[in-house]
């Protein structure tokens, strides 16, 4: 059995969506490619087809992975998350103490992060810094680099 992954309904259906398009789009593709390799001949000194072969063994194997990890994902509950203290799916708006600036992070699972869209990952330092803090409470990071980060929470909402 594998490990469980969370995951929101969105990162779920995004799954979803990717194994759908391998399984039936690029399966075809890749066949088509097989096919097209081996009508030309001599499959011993033909990169086309072994080229193609490779490809289809990542796909499968990708395939594979794919369902493994849909098997055992578990959706996270919007309904079920405190906000009053930063949790997973937590908007959290934090002032950096050192240099002033005030920023918003939404913590996802790693398979949804995306900074440019302000979403981390809850396994991050700065992420793990925040987990369990309420409005008001100031937490003391140290980075991975060394540096040390003291943020202030100002608001937390989902």
């Known amino acids: 059995m594998g490990k469980k992954e969370y995951v929101t309904e969105e990162g779920l259906r995004n799954l979803r969506d990717e194994l ?3 399984e039936t789009f690029d399966r075809t593709n890749i066949s088509k490619k097989i096919a097209e390799a ?3 001949g001599d499959l011993s000194e033909n990169s086309e087809y072994d080229a193609a072969k490779e490809d289809q063994g990542l796909m499968e194997m990708r395939i ?3 369902q493994e990890i ?3 994902v578990r959706v996270i509950d919007n309904a079920r998350i405190d906000t009053t203290k930063v949790s997973i799916l937590s908007t959290v708006r934090i002032r950096n103490l050192t240099q002033g600036i005030s920023q918003s992070y ?3 699972p790693d398979r949804e992060s995306d ?4 979403k981390i990952s809850v396994n991050t330092p700065i992420a793990q810094g925040l987990l369990g803090k309420k409005v008001g409470d100031i937490s003391n990071i140290s980075l991975p ?14």
């Open 20 to 22: 759908q398009k391998l």
């Open 106 to 108: 939404t913590l996802v």
């Open 115 to 118: 900074l440019s869209f302000g």
């Open 70 to 72: 849909i098997s055992n």
């Open 38 to 40: 081996r009508e030309k």
């Open 64 to 66: 594979s992975r794919l």
């Open 145 to 158: 680099n060394g540096n040390k980060l003291s943020l202030k929470i100002i608001k937390i909402n989902l």
